[in-house]
């Protein structure tokens, strides 16, 4: 087995040639030549090694950042929570080599990554209101319509794709889905207005075809991968904004069958977190309201 060098694998990466630094590297993985374990190590490899580059990162010398921008380019990917974990168990393999070979300074980029828990109770991520605020100013008009339209009525990437400008009443300030019309607030019927403007829409001329332009659902989240990037906001899946929806709706009206019949949910259960986070949120506002009644009273007494 020839050792790892630096110099070589340099030379390979400086020349774009990926399939024989992956060769170099190979090796020195888990099982042998042709079985499932060396194939998916090397398939991981390959796909990092693609990503370095399109990114323009270095690869021998990356930073302690690099890991959690590889994870969340595999999850603005569509990947799932299984998939991103093996990826980057196998990369944090990689780096040990790596450092363990001088080829890379150290410490290992990925050692300390906290990976995407794969607890159906723990995937109820959201975008935080504060976190909604700077995608929405950061944002192009398409794109600060599509954030409000996952944020507010929760729409999901496909009912967002499917989206036609015949289901717009823009005049009345109504959205035609999931087989009802839904009332727009000021922000989102304000957004949908200019955005349409944009594109050529007006009140008095109807349009017709999809509002938005995006291919896919991989389209659908690289928009917003890019969007969270130039706002500076950490990225989560589409379904941090609908989740977000979900909360915000709960908080206002406070009854799990509303939730669940505006976001098109077809059992209660989906609610059940939100209604715990609710709970939490609540139990720690009294706590405050009542260390801050304490301390009022504490003043009062001395």
Request: glycine share 8%; proline share 5%.
């Amino acid at each position: 087995m020839a050792e790892l060098s630096r110099p070589q694998l340099e030379r390979f990466l400086n020349a774009g040639n990926l399939e024989s630094f992956i060769d170099a590297v190979a090796e020195h993985f888990p099982g042998t030549p042709g079985t499932p374990t060396r194939k998916a190590y090397v398939s991981s490899v390959r796909v990092y090694l693609r990503w370095a580059q399109e990114e323009r990162r270095s690869v021998l010398n990356a930073a302690g950042d690099t890991a959690g921008a590889y994870v969340a380019s595999l999850q603005a990917a569509g990947s799932s929570y299984s998939t991103q974990h093996n990826h980057a168990t196998r990369i944090r393999t990689l780096y040990d080599l790596l450092v363990q070979a001088g080829a890379h300074p150290g410490p290992n980029p990925f050692a300390g990554l906290r990976l995407p828990s794969q607890k159906p109770e723990d995937q109820r991520l959201m975008y935080t209101p504060d976190e909604l605020a700077r995608l929405r100013a950061h944002g192009t008009a398409g794109e600060r319509l599509m954030v409000l339209l996952g944020s507010v009525p929760g729409l999901t990437t496909t009912e967002t794709l499917s989206l036609q400008w015949e289901h717009v009443d823009s005049r009345q300030g109504r959205l035609h889905v999931r087989g009802q019309w839904l009332p727009l607030d000021d922000e989102l019927h304000a957004a949908l207005r200019e955005y349409a403007r944009q594109r050529g829409h007006t009140d008095l001329f109807g349009a017709s075809g999809p509002v938005f332009d995006v291919q896919g659902d991989s389209g659908l989240r690289r928009a917003l991968f890019r969007l969270c990037k130039r706002a500076n906001v950490p990225y989560k899946a589409w379904r941090a904004l609908r989740n977000a929806a979900g909360w915000r709706l709960l908080q206002e009206s406070g009854r799990a069958e509303i939730v669940a019949e505006r976001l098109g949910l077809s059992t209660l259960k989906a609610v059940e977190v939100w209604q715990k986070l609710l709970k939490k949120a609540q139990a720690q506002a009294q706590s405050g309201e009542a260390g801050a009644a304490g301390a009022a009273q504490g003043l009062q007494d001395s």
